[in-house]
T-cell receptor, first 114, second 117 residues
Framework: NAGVMQNPRHLVRRRGQEARLRCSPM?????VYWYRQLPEEGLKFMVY????????ESGMPKERFSAEFPKEGPSILRIQQVVRGDSAAYFC????????????FGPGTRLTVL | AQSVTQLDSQVPVFEEAPVELRCNYS??????LFWYVQYPNQGLQLLLK??????LVESINGFEAEFNKSQTSFHLRKPSVHISDTAEYFC???????????????FGSGTRLSIRP
């Protein structure tokens, strides 16, 4: 059973461009979470999605950030008009609803904004 | 709301020495507790977890953690560390929901464990 997959692993963007980060959850998992890890900090929750629904977006910045988890295909975290402060590692995790509290993490996408 | 405090940002120890990484949490509801490990330039791996039952939980590579409800702590210990244990360790909590569905995880700021030969 393949683990959580994220691509790209590294992404470089210039200020003002758009960044799209993709996450394929583990097979059978219908819950997806996105976290951001700024340099020298721990992970901060951004958003929690189930198929086609955003359940909790309390950690998402109010502007420029959006997330989706369509019925078919991976979850996408989209950052519009990136700024240098968006440079971070973005981790996706997935869970099976019946597995109490356990989330499985992907390898992350390291976004660098020039 | 929950929060997690890891008081030590860095812990240097000699190889084969014991180590304890401290973690305290606060929450108004019952929680699940986790320790995750992040090796350099890699993602997070679950090291061990407390869901219910015995308050002492162990990992396959010799780490253990004890849930202490009265002290709201979940300290991580290993009696003898190896060079390969060099990594960053994150303590984390998530709330217990009555319907057993997963919820967001709140992470501590991490403790960098460095092992000296």
């Amino acid at each position: 059973n393949a683990g959580v997959m994220q691509n790209p692993r590294h992404l470089v963007r210039r200020r003002g461009q758009e960044a799209r980060l993709r996450c394929s959850p583990m097979k059978g998992h219908s819950h997806v979470y996105w976290y951001r890890q700024l340099p020298e900090e721990g992970l901060k929750f951004m958003v929690y999605l189930q198929k086609e629904n955003i359940i909790d977006e309390s950690g998402m910045p109010k502007e420029r950030f959006s997330a989706e988890f369509p019925k078919e295909g991976p979850s996408i975290l989209r950052i519009q008009q990136v700024v240098r402060g968006d440079s971070a590692a973005y981790f996706c995790a997935s869970s099976l609803a019946a597995r109490k509290g356990e989330q499985f993490f992907g390898p992350g996408t390291r976004l660098t904004v020039l | 709301a929950q929060s997690v405090t890891q008081l030590d940002s860095q812990v240097p120890v000699f190889e084969e020495a014991p180590v304890e990484l401290r973690c305290n949490y606060s929450s108004s509801v019952s929680v699940y507790l986790f320790w995750y490990v992040q090796y350099p330039n890699q993602g997070l791996q679950l090291l061990l977890k407390y869901l219910s039952g015995s308050t002492l939980v162990e990992s396959i590579n010799g780490f253990e953690a004890e849930f202490n409800k009265s002290q709201t702590s979940f300290h991580l210990r290993k009696p003898s560390v190896h060079i390969s244990d060099t990594a960053e360790y994150f303590c984390a909590v998530s709330d217990r929901r009555a319907d057993s569905s997963a919820s967001k995880i709140i992470f501590g700021s991490g403790t960098r464990l460095s092992i000296r030969p």
